[in-house]
């Protein structure tokens, strides 16, 4: 065997190795985690550790409290979904919308502090959200949309769109210029060209950057806090997981549960938009 041999053998090996181990530090809490919630709490009781829940002891009572509305003694989850959903979503398209055009502007257009202000995006995504807390609170309150959900999500955009800005530029600089031009030469604005050119070859960015944005929105906790404790009724499912994870009376299957809840949409979204993501960039090679 020759010295490339072995390397190639070795490396191969370790790769695989380092492959099946982070795999596994990833998968088993949440498998710990989803088998919890499936056990009743007398066989979490006697067995902590047992890994596995037999087809005698499965059971589904948790995610049925979870979900059931606090009217019907369960704990609301179900409309605390929907809230998050809405909340989370509403952040995405206001904040692309705004952000596009910001993005584009850094990237195409030439004006003084063009770099600097690139840097400041930045820089504001870095600044504590725990000092931006009370202000924003304060402003909101007394504009009225303290305790809304339109509220809470137009304060998300101060958090979202600066690394939005600064994501979707740095892939907007990679599309050639001379693609802009040829759409220039056959008659398009430079809106239209935005629209119907960069737009479509930017669609990986996109969705990247719409998927990081919804899970900033779907995990946030401490705005939440501020502006929806008084309105039990708009509750976000972080919120409500928070609730169960400080209630004396409620069992830890249950609180699993609530976190299985919470982690599902963003791990079903994740794969959804992981396919996206390969045939958006397949559509912009075959533009390009």
Request: hydrophobic share 55%; net charge neutral; aromatic share 12%.
């Given at each position: 065997?020759?010295?490339?041999?072995?390397?190639?053998?070795?490396?191969?090996?370790?790769?695989?190795?380092?492959?099946?181990?982070?795999?596994?530090?990833?998968?088993?809490?949440?498998?710990?985690?989803?088998?919890?919630?499936?056990?009743?709490?007398?066989?979490?009781?006697?067995?902590?550790?047992?890994?596995?829940?037999?087809?005698?002891?499965?059971?589904?009572?948790?995610?049925?409290?979870?979900?059931?509305?606090?009217?019907?003694?369960?704990?609301?989850?179900?409309?605390?979904?929907?809230?998050?959903?809405?909340?989370?979503?509403?952040?995405?398209?206001?904040?692309?919308?705004?952000?596009?055009?910001?993005?584009?502007?850094?990237?195409?257009?030439?004006?003084?502090?063009?770099?600097?202000?690139?840097?400041?995006?930045?820089?504001?995504?870095?600044?504590?959200?725990?000092?931006?807390?009370?202000?924003?609170?304060?402003?909101?309150?007394?504009?009225?949309?303290?305790?809304?959900?339109?509220?809470?999500?137009?304060?998300?955009?101060?958090?979202?769109?600066?690394?939005?800005?600064?994501?979707?530029?740095?892939?907007?600089?990679?599309?050639?210029?001379?693609?802009?031009?040829?759409?220039?030469?056959?008659?398009?604005?430079?809106?239209?060209?935005?629209?119907?050119?960069?737009?479509?070859?930017?669609?990986?960015?996109?969705?990247?950057?719409?998927?990081?944005?919804?899970?900033?929105?779907?995990?946030?906790?401490?705005?939440?806090?501020?502006?929806?404790?008084?309105?039990?009724?708009?509750?976000?499912?972080?919120?409500?997981?928070?609730?169960?994870?400080?209630?004396?009376?409620?069992?830890?299957?249950?609180?699993?549960?609530?976190?299985?809840?919470?982690?599902?949409?963003?791990?079903?979204?994740?794969?959804?938009?992981?396919?996206?993501?390969?045939?958006?960039?397949?559509?912009?090679?075959d533009k390009t």
């Amino acid at each position: 065997m020759t010295r490339a041999q072995f390397e190639e053998r070795l490396f191969g090996t370790l790769r695989w190795a380092t492959l099946a181990f982070l795999a596994v530090i990833t998968i088993a809490p949440f498998y710990y985690m989803v088998l919890l919630s499936l056990k009743p709490i007398d066989s979490l009781l006697f067995d902590p550790g047992s890994l596995w829940v037999s087809s005698r002891e499965l059971t589904f009572d948790t995610y049925r409290s979870v979900l059931k509305p606090t009217s019907e003694g369960g704990q609301g989850f179900l409309r605390m979904l929907l809230n998050s959903a809405g909340v989370a979503l509403a952040t995405v398209a206001l904040t692309l919308t705004a952000a596009v055009p910001g993005a584009y502007a850094v990237s195409r257009l030439k004006f003084f502090g063009n770099r600097q202000i690139s840097a400041m995006f930045l820089a504001i995504y870095l600044f504590p959200t725990t000092l931006l807390a009370v202000p924003l609170f304060v402003m909101f309150a007394k504009a009225g949309l303290s305790g809304s959900l339109v509220g809470l999500a137009v304060v998300y955009i101060a958090q979202t769109v600066p690394v939005s800005i600064y994501m979707m530029k740095n892939y907007f600089v990679t599309i050639p210029y001379s693609v802009e031009e040829a759409a220039a030469l056959d008659g398009c604005t430079r809106l239209q060209a935005l629209r119907k050119v960069i737009l479509p070859l930017a669609l990986p960015s996109l969705m990247a950057t719409g998927l990081y944005i919804f899970m900033i929105a779907w995990n946030e906790f401490l705005f939440a806090l501020l502006f929806l404790a008084a309105d039990p009724d708009a509750w976000t499912v972080s919120l409500g997981l928070q609730q169960l994870a400080g209630g004396i009376e409620v069992s830890k299957t249950v609180l699993m549960a609530g976190s299985v809840v919470l982690t599902v949409p963003v791990v079903l979204l994740f794969f959804a938009a992981e396919r996206l993501l390969t045939e958006g960039l397949t559509s912009g090679a075959d533009k390009t």
